[in-house]
């Protein structure tokens, strides 16, 4: 069976300082991978997606990036952090080819920026 | 353009009444699917359905239960006999075959509180 994992659980960054989180599927191969965030509020705003190592597609204009650097791991990172980049970080994963496959989320990870 | 509402953003019950969650959507493909997925409180989104355009049969999984209509572009979600552990926030979402990358669109959610 797949899994999806996300590091850290938790994390509490200074304004200014890096970002690096992470996302593993097991289980599958070639998967589609994409990062959300989730604001106060609820509503899950689509970050990046992923079809392929090295293939980026960026949905909002911020202060994040993501790279792929293997097939199942998908990574999100900043270079300096915002209080407005505080929220609810999920990863998923969906099955890659043509069709709306489901996609399947991670545990998620919650920033807070002080 | 794809849209999904759910209108009903908190909805209260008392413990083993029945309710019912709205979702309504818009889109201009032919073939699309529908999803309603759970989150609750510890945060991980859990996928409870999908559905495709071209089956319009209702389902029935235990205490939920789905209605698909395209007449009217919805797709609610019925919880019968509704527990505590039914509290949550509960997302439909939207997806077709022409959306680069199979990318969702999400509704707003709706916070379900079960009270004993």
């Known amino acids: 069976s797949q899994t999806i994992h996300q590091w850290p659980a938790t994390l509490v960054q200074p304004v200014g300082s890096p970002l690096s989180l992470e996302c593993t599927v097991e289980?599958?191969?070639?998967?589609?991978l994409y990062w959300y965030r989730q604001a106060a509020g609820r509503g899950l705003q689509l970050l990046f997606y992923?079809?392929?190592?090295?293939?980026i597609s960026s949905e909002v204009p911020q202060n994040l990036s993501a790279s792929r650097p293997q097939d199942r791991q998908f990574i999100l990172s900043s270079k300096k952090l915002l209080l407005s980049d505080s929220g609810f970080y999920l990863c998923?994963?969906?099955?890659?080819?043509?069709?709306?496959?489901?996609?399947?989320f991670g545990p998620g990870t919650r920033l807070t920026v002080l | 353009a794809q849209k999904v509402t759910q209108a009903q953003t908190e909805i209260s019950v008392v413990e083993k009444e029945d309710v019912t969650l709205d979702c309504v959507y818009e889109?201009?493909?032919?073939?699309?699917?529908l999803f309603w997925y759970k989150q609750p409180p510890s945060g991980e989104l859990v996928f409870l359905i999908r559905?495709?355009?071209?089956?319009?049969q209702n389902e029935i999984s235990g205490r939920y239960s789905w209605n698909f209509q395209k007449s009217t572009s919805s797709f609610n979600f019925t919880i019968t006999a509704s527990q505590v552990v039914d509290s949550a926030v509960y997302f439909c979402?939207?997806?077709?075959?022409?959306?680069?990358?199979?990318?969702?669109?999400f509704g707003t959610g709706t916070s379900l509180t079960v009270i004993p």
């Open positions: 998923a994963w969906s099955r890659r080819g043509g069709g709306a496959d489901t996609q399947y």
């Open positions: 289980g599958t191969s070639n998967p589609n």
């Open positions: 992923s079809v392929g190592i090295g293939q």
């Open positions: 889109t201009r493909d032919t073939t699309y699917y």
């Open positions: 559905r495709n355009s071209f089956d319009e």
């Open positions: 979402a939207l997806s077709s075959r022409s959306n680069t990358g199979n990318q969702f669109y």
